[in-house]
Antibody, heavy 116, light 113 residues
Framework: QVQLVQSGTEVKKPGASVMLSCKAS????????IHWVRQAPGQGLEWLGV????????TYTQRFQGRVTMTSDTSTSTIYMYLSSLRFDDTAVYYC?????????WGQGTLVTVSS | DIVMTQSPDSLAVSLGERATINCKSS????????????LTWYQQKPGQPPKLFIY???TRESGVPDRFSGSGSETDFTLTISSLQAEDVAIYYC?????????FGQGTKLEIK
């Protein structure tokens, strides 16, 4: 069965960086783009960007340009998202999701807390 | 960026009654290559990731009860629950996947009256 399994909770200080992972299984990894979406506490969903796992091509939302990097490791079927210069308002649950017609499978989410 | 606006922000409906949620996009999300609208609806319950309910604006995802239906085209879309059940209490989001950034509506919180 299709699964996206994300890495565990992170607590970081302002200005630090964080690397999140999303390991895919149950399907051909390179056939589907992976997107990242975040959700701040009590807030809605915010799309961050997308990666083509086969080519490594990425598109990021403009407000995160320069702070976010997404990479793909086809040998382990894992997508990584690196977010730098963390701010208090980066505190959120970060989800990876597979795009089919819509985001049909989601990871369980990774809570990132930015606190001094 | 395409702005997605949902209405209402919250909705209380009696069990067994109809619930309607609207979603408006700031520009058309109709894909001319296949004549399908790149519009999805998700249901999210507390502590869970969103769950895909409707794609191509009107196609139910496998396993979604048939009391859920999606309609609309280009810029105006509707999610309808024909007969509200207790398990439908959740927040519903629309999203366009016509062009990046793939923006979401702000969400509509559905409750039981």
């Amino acid at each position: 069965q299709v699964q996206l399994v994300q890495s565990g909770t992170e607590v970081k200080k302002p200005g630090a960086s964080v690397m999140l992972s999303c390991k895919a299984s149950g399907y051909t990894f390179t056939n589907y783009f992976i997107h990242w979406v975040r959700q701040a506490p009590g807030q809605g969903l915010e799309w961050l960007g997308v990666i083509n796992p086969r080519s490594g091509d990425t598109t990021y939302t403009q407000r995160f340009q320069g702070r976010v990097t997404m990479t793909s490791d086809t040998s382990t079927s894992t997508i990584y998202m690196y977010l730098s210069s963390l701010r208090f308002d980066d505190t959120a649950v970060y989800y990876c999701a597979r795009l089919n017609s819509g985001f049909d499978y989601w990871g369980q989410g990774t809570l990132v807390t930015v606190s001094s | 960026d395409i702005v997605m606006t949902q209405s209402p922000d919250s909705l209380a409906v009696s069990l067994g009654e109809r619930a309607t949620i609207n979603c408006k996009s700031s520009q058309s999300v109709l894909n001319s290559s296949n004549n399908k609208n790149n519009l999805t609806w998700y249901q999210q319950k507390p502590g869970q990731p969103p769950k895909l309910f409707i794609y191509w604006a009107s196609t139910r995802e496998s396993g979604v009860p048939d009391r859920f239906s999606g309609s609309g085209s280009e810029t105006d879309f509707t999610l309808t629950i024909s007969s509200l059940q207790a398990e439908d209490v959740a927040i519903y989001y629309c999203q366009q996947y016509y062009s990046t950034p793939y923006t979401f509506g702000q969400g509509t919180k559905l409750e039981i009256k």
